[in-house]
């Protein structure tokens, strides 16, 4: 649910650069996976660059359900991790814009 509202909410933003962060333990509960999928692939489709961030230990699950992801073991790990993504992630020269999302 929480993908789903945020992938709504960043549909309606017409930044060039929009970017969902979603932080889990790692592992999909039972018959989530495909949904989430979906959710990856429709906001790919908008434009929108989705993070999987694993945080604690145990959350290697993230590796294996975003294509694109950081693992932190504890909190102190966790700010240069997102710094260190974000440069990755966000190009001036890009120009991209955002689209919405269909429903």
Avoid: W
């Amino acid at each position: 649910d929480g993908m789903q509202y945020a992938l709504e909410g960043l549909s309606e933003r017409n930044e060039a650069f929009r970017i969902m962060f979603v932080l889990t333990d790692g592992c999909a509960d039972g018959g989530h996976q495909p949904i989430i999928n979906r959710q990856i692939r429709l906001a790919k489709e908008a434009g929108i660059h989705v993070v999987g961030v694993g945080l604690g230990r145990g959350t290697q699950g993230v590796v294996s359900s975003y294509p694109d992801h950081i693992v932190a073991e504890d909190m102190s790990q966790l700010p240069e991790a997102l710094i260190a993504k974000l440069k990755v992630i966000l190009k001036p020269s890009a120009n991209k814009r955002g689209r919405r999302v269909a429903s």
